[in-house]
């Protein structure tokens, strides 16, 4: 079955260093892996997207890679800040065109001032 | 939250009762989405709509069914809530491209006792 799979430990940085969230998945390559940002109490908020034909995708201080051959997409966050902290959720293409994510479970980042 | 309301927030209920959460959405989207999460487990899919009276079934669909009667309305019915239906639930809404973010409503959590 396809998975995806996130370090589910969370991850603890100081503030203005990069932080960085591995995604890993399992079996054939998606078309695409979307990444998300979930905040306590709330739903997740969509971030960026990165097609299996692009290397690297930016927005801000945001940057997403996708690595068919390690079956790997990495989450950068530059010069991160406290407001940062939150949960960011990793999700695949599923096997139909129906729009279906398989979500990972999450990373949990916090910031340290 | 993009148009996506949920109701109710919070419930409390009890085993054996039959239990249905409502998701509307204002933004026209096809596609709607049912998921729950739960700690360990990330989001997982338990039904998903892709137009009205059109919908199949996610990873975790038993003990649950859905109906969409309209494009705006999408409803999760537990026939006979069990405590293991003690979770969080999302809906979530996407347009036609497949490649779509998809956008989440703000949950409700559901405690069957």
């Known amino acids: 079955s396809q998975k995806i799979e996130q370090n589910s430990e969370a991850l603890n940085i100081q503030e203005g260093k990069t932080a960085t969230l591995t995604c890993n998945y399992t079996?054939?390559?998606?078309?695409?892996l979307q990444w998300y940002r979930q905040d306590p109490g709330r739903g997740p908020v969509f971030l960026l997207l990165?097609?299996?034909?692009?290397k690297e995708k930016r927005k801000e201080r945001l940057k997403v890679t996708f690595d068919t051959t390690l079956k790997q997409s990495l989450f950068h966050i530059t010069a991160s800040q406290p407001a940062d902290s939150a949960t960011y959720l990793c999700?695949?293409?599923?096997?139909?065109?129906?729009?279906?994510?398989?979500f990972g479970q999450g990373t949990t980042l916090q910031v340290k001032p | 939250d993009a148009g996506i309301t949920q109701s109710p927030r919070h419930k409390v209920t009890e085993t054996g009762t039959p239990v249905t959460l409502r998701c509307h959405q204002t933004?026209?989207?096809?596609?709607m989405y049912w998921y729950r999460q739960d700690p360990g487990h990330g989001l997982r899919l338990i039904h998903y709509?892709?137009?009205?009276?059109?919908?199949d079934k996610g990873e975790v669909s038993d003990g649950y069914s859905v109906s969409r009667s309209k494009t705006e309305d999408f409803l999760l019915t537990l026939e006979s809530a069990t405590s293991s239906q003690t979770s969080v639930y999302f809906c979530?809404?996407?347009?036609?491209?497949?490649?779509?973010?998809?956008?989440f409503g703000p949950g409700t959590r559901l405690t069957v006792l």
């Open positions: 979530a809404i996407s347009g036609t491209d497949s490649y779509n973010e998809q956008f």
């Open positions: 079996n054939y390559s998606p078309a695409y």
């Open positions: 990165i097609r299996e034909n692009e």
């Open positions: 999700a695949k293409k599923g096997s139909s065109n129906t729009g279906k994510l398989i």
């Open positions: 933004e026209n989207h096809r596609y």
């Open positions: 709509s892709y137009g009205v009276k059109d919908t």
